[in-house]
């Protein structure tokens, strides 16, 4: 039981045939005080390496904002891609309303499916909301070329909704997906008058890159 803790009462009556399987549960929770337990799942198994300059990195923004203090967080800005569904159903907890002992029969409604209609959508937002919010074309993937296009709209997001961001450098805050570590993607953020570099290498992992960007 030590060596194999994903046993079943099945597997265990199988070397155990006289004892009843009802015998072997009780014995087994009861007696000896065995639990299940669910696996806890995690993004990505890191290696030493990804450890590293995952700890690296970490190092280096409490570095930054023990130089800039909090005028360096707000100078963060953050996005990421995720799936949106739109278009479904309505569920039955939004159909409760409130009634009492004299109130009509509540009302029916017949059985609806959610929808399994989505979109991809990208949000960059900062310390103070929303910057930008950029849905993508039913049938059309994020690339490069796409991801700069947002930076650009973002860009002027900034300029119209963060007077004086620009000036004084905007620090982009993304991870290591295939489009924001593109040498387009980096030639997009050196072209706008500034630096950009990563702290972490560009491995497929769940890591944090900071890419910092003085955007003029």
Known sequence: ???????????????????????????????????????????????????????????????????????????????????????????????????????????????QTLSSRKLMVTVFRDTQGILLIEFMTRGTAINSEVYCRMLKKQKRAIQNKRRGLLSSGVVLLHDNARPHTAVRTGEVCSNSNGMCFNILPTARTWLLLIFICSLQ
Request: proline share 3%.
């Open 1 to 111: 039981m030590r060596l194999l803790r994903n046993f079943t009462i099945t597997q265990l009556s199988e070397h155990l045939p006289n004892i009843s399987r009802t015998v072997l549960y009780e014995t087994v929770t009861g007696k000896l005080g065995y639990r299940k337990f669910c696996a806890r799942w995690v993004p990505k198994t890191l290696t030493e390496i990804h450890k590293t300059s995952r700890m690296g990195a970490a190092l280096e923004f409490l570095s930054r904002y023990h130089t800039g203090g909090e005028d360096f967080l707000n100078r963060i800005v953050t996005g990421d891609e995720t799936w949106v569904a739109h278009g479904n159903a309505e569920t039955k907890q939004q159909s409760l309303a409130w009634g009492h002992t004299g109130s009509p029969t509540r009302l029916r409604k017949a059985r």
